[in-house]
């Protein structure tokens, strides 16, 4: 069983971009997401259950105006479905603990890395610095994050 969760009081936290987002599918406009220029080493999680989706070594900038990543940390917490909205025919990326919409995938990422861009909006994230990892639980992670 998972330590990771959607909880009520969790989804009540969120602001209303976040919410919008995570729970409405929503995207953030581009070049606006908070966290699309951050290069510090540390790993992002699911702003709703806390489960890791990537890590700051995997981040590139694609000029898409989004955060991209060339996988998830754990490939388990990402769970892609197929998304035919607005006209389009996607991969959607949703964390699978927290059921938060996080953004697509595409296969037009940095052919070393395995050939995809996880193109994930800010607000669906939260951001744990390298040096804040430990205390916040997430120690088995830091072998995956540079520096």
Known sequence: MSEYKKSPDAVAALNAEQYRVTQENGTEH?????LLENTAPGIYVDVVSGEPL???ADKFDSGCGWPSFS???VSTNVN????????MVRTEVRSAHGDSHLGHVFPDGPAASGGLRYCINSA???FIHRNDMAAEGYQAY???VEG
């Open 71 to 73: 996988k998830p940390i």
């Open 124 to 126: 669906s994230l939260k």
């Open 142 to 144: 830091l072998a995956q």
């Open 54 to 56: 990537f890590a700051s």
């Open 30 to 34: 581009p070049w606006t997401g908070e």
């Open 80 to 87: 892609e479905l197929s998304d035919e909205t607005h006209g």
